[in-house]
């Protein structure tokens, strides 16, 4: 590029300017001249109008200068080596188990990058136990996973033989998951992260729930980091970025993302035309977030300090992320040339390096003295969350078998030279002829190494990731709390969605349970009824209520407090069940007790929130979710998006949730007093799905029977018997939630009109019935010469005669479900199809699942059995007044 004169003027025109700069800089240090260049702006604009672009990034460089490093405090070289080990290990795990089993793959090429980061936080900053008793929590990042596995085997946690069953977790002796799961390994990892966004989202959240537990006392104050290793890839899932400006609104200075940007994904590049770096630091800066780049290495530093003109950093910033992935697997000249070729003073700048020397030139994400120096400066950094940008090459350390290549990320297997080639280039101790079984190397207890390991992490107050129950289990549940919903309420009409808010509103009273209690809501608390919770234990908020609410003379006021209990969480179901996440799994996080009562609506549960909820049951979580506004006829008016008649159906896969439909107010009392007794005093790993709906009804008293509790709970029980004993002909009403007071006015009309007599039956759980029939078929199966077990459903139900009529506002599959085990023939109505904007009335009627429908399935069900005749039938329709050509509702 040729230059002009006017070029060369404004080169020393520059120069004198960042001269002057400089000397501003040595007397008066940054602030200064960051308030000298402020000024400087404000004076272009006012005196001249220039107005400086807007930019959301900073140069392509690091934040941190030189000058501005902590000096490194530990032994670089021994370090060095331990990370090496660590290194080999992690790859010996894949490659030998893909030699052993072909195709159970696993990932090298993940940890390879993000060795230094991992490896700098595990010997100076991540802390099992801090001098004041907290602790840091730490979010691996689920593919890392055979490089934390090598780490505490090195640390002596896990033997070598676990390690050879990595992703053979069925081998004797145990083996090692693939990725982080709590539930496979409840010792070891705390947070399943693999699931790609579901990391960082629950990190915020987690960092948001400890400054909770200190702002309401349950927590003392004492400096605990949540640390998230994230992959650059994985910024790019909605649930990555979509809460991040709840972190800086709360201020979570003790959270720190670290994202190991080696600038690829599985299929390729991040950005190929762009810069993932400069796009994140954009967002996160405007989010309000610490933004740390750690872009290059110190075999940089000086090549940058000495680029008095910016020419180096500015071609930096224009070569694309691409571009970068080529210079990692081509040769040093071609790097030379294509980055620096684009200016003769470039050209210059780098004239007494060799080729090799600059394809050597390392990034700041495998810098040690580069990371060291951001994590120092994240960890004291205060008001803001921080995120290090830490640039690193995909695969460090392949070489030829994927360094940088865009199938790195698949990376599997290696061959002999190039085991060869790592184990040289890391100094690893193995010889050739062993080489070809990727062995595992570990130096012995007494070695450098593992001695200078074990003390830093001694040091940092133990090993991580490490898990484990932290709280003491509740003695018990006060019966005192419960005892009123088992009364009924003599005929006044009430909701179930109000009976539970009654309850927790109880409970919340209670002087030791009620401060454990966690209500999380995502906007919709008046949908609930549950605004007078707002005054009676406020809404959680940082900073108190710095406004006069406008409701202030009223008695249920928004009050926002900073010891408030609500978590309020305005229009996120993600975040929600991020904060419900946080509070039911603190009973090992922080040794707290947190009970969640997460509410919502129960359409935006599981189909929008689904995965969160599979992590949240990885993660033994505790508490209830109660999927309020539920019901698919229910619900009046929303129509298609809102009525939910399928929540419980996808709830069926989660194997550690209960999931419940109740009709009464002592239903649901006895289901949450259990469920408190069997996740915090006995510490089973269970949690619960509750559903509520907002039909006022009648609630009706327990009845007198001891069996009673037990039915509610294992999913069955006979309600009410029909009163006509004399009745040849006999049915079976079997009826859930709101549909059982449809069910119990079919008993009436079936008494009264046909002379059926019909007893009616609560079914709570058809998942509890179901899990138990299995249970009970798979032990028969596997002791074929034993007595047989009887499943509840069939023992319940056996002896009860005539047709079973089941009724509920869900879809037919869950009480088909039970089909097999049901002693009789089964009649399934239910809600299948999309919703209407209607009455309740005419969407039962529309989706057959109203009285005259269950009154038609029943007498259908009789003449089946050939008890009645079908003119009976063809009375019947007409009757009811049934249109038997209306459209059907689960395909209109
Ligand atoms: C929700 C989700 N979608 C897809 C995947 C499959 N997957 C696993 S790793 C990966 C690429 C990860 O790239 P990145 O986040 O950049 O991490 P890196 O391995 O490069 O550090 C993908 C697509 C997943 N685990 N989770
Ligand atoms: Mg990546």
């Known amino acids: 590029m040729a230059q002009t004169e006017s070029d060369g003027l404004e080169v020393l025109e520059t120069r004198e300017w960042v001269d002057s700069l400089d000397y501003v800089l040595s007397r008066g240090g940054p602030n200064r001249a960051g308030r000298l260049l402020q000024q400087l702006a404000l004076h272009a604009r006012t005196a001249a109008g220039v107005n400086l672009p807007f930019s959301a990034t900073t140069p392509y460089q690091n934040t941190i200068a030189p000058a501005q490093q902590p000096p490194f405090p530990g032994s670089q070289e021994m370090e060095r080596r331990i990370k090496s080990l660590v290194r080999w290990n992690a790859l010996a795990m894949v490659v030998r188990a893909n030699k052993i089993q072909e195709g159970i793959g696993g990932h090298i090429s993940t940890f390879a990058s993000a060795a230094t980061l991992y490896e700098v936080a595990f010997n100076h900053f991540l802390r099992a136990k801090t001098e004041t008793g907290d602790r840091d929590v730490v979010y691996f990042q689920g593919h890392a996973a055979p490089g934390i596995y090598a780490r505490a085997y090195l640390e002596g946690r896990i033997p070598k033989e676990k390690l050879q069953n990595f992703r053979r977790e069925l081998r004797k002796g145990g083996g090692l998951s693939s990725y982080p799961h709590p539930w496979l390994m409840p010792d070891f990892w705390e947070f399943p992260t693999v699931s790609m966004g579901l990391g960082p989202i629950q990190a915020i959240y987690h960092a948001r729930f400890i400054k909770y537990l200190e702002n309401r006392g349950l927590k003392p104050s004492t400096g605990g980091k949540v640390w998230a290793f994230l992959g650059d890839g994985e910024m790019d899932e909605p649930e990555s970025l979509g809460s991040i400006t709840l972190a800086s609104r709360e201020k979570l200075d003790n959270l720190i993302f670290v994202v190991n940007c080696n600038l690829q994904r599985l299929d390729g590049p991040v950005r190929g035309n762009g810069k993932i770096i400069q796009e994140l630091e954009a967002i996160f800066r405007g989010a309000g977030w610490n933004v740390i780049k750690v872009i290059w290495g110190t075999d940089w530093d000086n090549l940058i300090e000495n680029d008095r003109d910016g020419l180096l950093v500015k071609r930096m910033g224009e070569v694309s992320d691409g571009q970068y ?206 605004e007078a919770l707002f005054r009676q234990v406020g809404i959680y908020s940082n900073v108190g209520q710095l406004y006069e609410p406008v409701d202030m003379d009223t008695l249920l006021y928004y009050k926002e407090a900073k010891n408030g209990q609500i978590l309020e969480e305005g229009i996120t179901e993600a975040g929600s069940v991020c904060s419900f996440i946080a509070a039911g799994t603190a009973y090992s996080n922080h040794g707290i007790n947190t009970i969640p009562f997460f509410i919502y609506y129960s359409m935006f549960g599981f189909q929008r929130i689904g995965d969160l909820i599979w992590a949240a049951a990885d993660m033994r979580c505790r508490g209830f979710l109660i999927g309020g506004t539920a019901g698919r006829t229910t619900l009046a008016g929303e129509g298609l998006q809102h009525q939910d008649g399928h929540s419980h159906v996808l709830a069926l896969p989660v194997p550690n949730l209960l999931a419940y439909d109740p009709a009464f107010a002592y239903e649901i009392a006895i289901i949450i007093q259990d469920g408190i007794r069997r996740m915090y005093v006995n510490g089973e790993s269970i949690f619960y799905y509750l559903t509520v709906t907002n039909e006022p009804l009648p609630m009706p008293e327990m009845p007198k029977d001891e069996n009673i509790r037990a039915g509610v709970l294992k999913g069955l029980y006979r309600f009410k018997a029909s009163g006509k004993t004399d009745a040849k002909l006999r049915a079976q009403l079997l009826g859930s939630g709101t549909i059982m007071f449809e069910v119990l006015k079919a008993q009436q009309i079936l008494e009264e009109k046909y002379g059926v007599a019909a007893d009616v039956w609560s079914v709570t759980s058809y998942k509890q019935l179901y899990r138990d029939a299995n249970d009970c078929e798979r032990w028969n199966m596997l002791h074929p010469s034993d007595p047989a077990k009887v499943p509840y459903v069939t023992q319940t139900l056996q002896g009860a005669s005539g047709p079973f009529i089941a009724a509920s506002d869900y879809m037919k599959v869950l009480p088909e479900s039970l089909g097999k085990w049901v002693p009789g023939q089964l009649v399934s109505l239910g809600t299948d199809g999309f919703g209407r904007s209607e009455g309740r009335a005419s969407l039962r009627d529309f989706f057959e699942v109203d009285a005259k429908h269950i009154v038609l399935a029943t007498l259908v069900a009789l003449a089946r059995e050939k008890q009645i005749g079908p003119d009976v039938l063809k009375k019947a329709v007409q009757e009811l007044g049934i249109n038997p050509e209306k459209a059907n509702p689960a395909i209109s």
Do not use: W
């Not at 100094?427 to 062995?439: K, S, Y």
């Not at 007494?446 to 991580?464: F, H, N, P, T």
């Not at 009123?484 to 009409?493: A, C, L, N, S, V």
């Open 325 to 530: 992935q080529k210079y990692f697997v081509e040769s040093g000249a071609y790097f030379r040339q294509n980055l620096f070729g684009s200016d003769p003073r470039l050209l210059k700048m780098v004239e007494h390096l060799s080729d090799e020397q600059l394809a050597r030139m390392r990034l700041g994400g495998h810098d040690p003295i580069k990371v060291h120096a951001a994590y120092r400066a994240a960890v004291e950094h205060s008001g803001q969350p921080t995120i290090i940008l830490a640039k690193t090459i995909k695969g460090y350390g392949l070489g030829e078998a994927g360094e940088g290549k865009n199938i790195t990320h698949q990376q599997k297997k290696l061959n002999d030279d190039e085991l060869r080639l790592f184990r040289s280039r890391f100094g690893i101790p193995i010889p050739d002829a062993e080489l070809h079984e990727a062995p595992f190397y570990r130096p012995s207890d007494d070695s450098a190494e593992i001695k200078y390991l074990q003390a830093r992490r001694q040091q940092l107050g133990g090993y991580m990731p490490e898990r484990k129950v932290r709280a003491t289990a509740l003695q018990s549940v006060p019966d005192a709390h419960f005892e009123e919903f088992h009364k009924g309420t003599d005929g006044r009409e009430v909701s179930t969605t109000m009976v539970f808010v009654r309850l927790l509103a109880k409970l919340l009273r209670d002087p030791e349970l009620g401060k454990l209690i966690v209500p999380i809501i995502p906007d919709e608390a008046r949908t609930f009824g549950m």
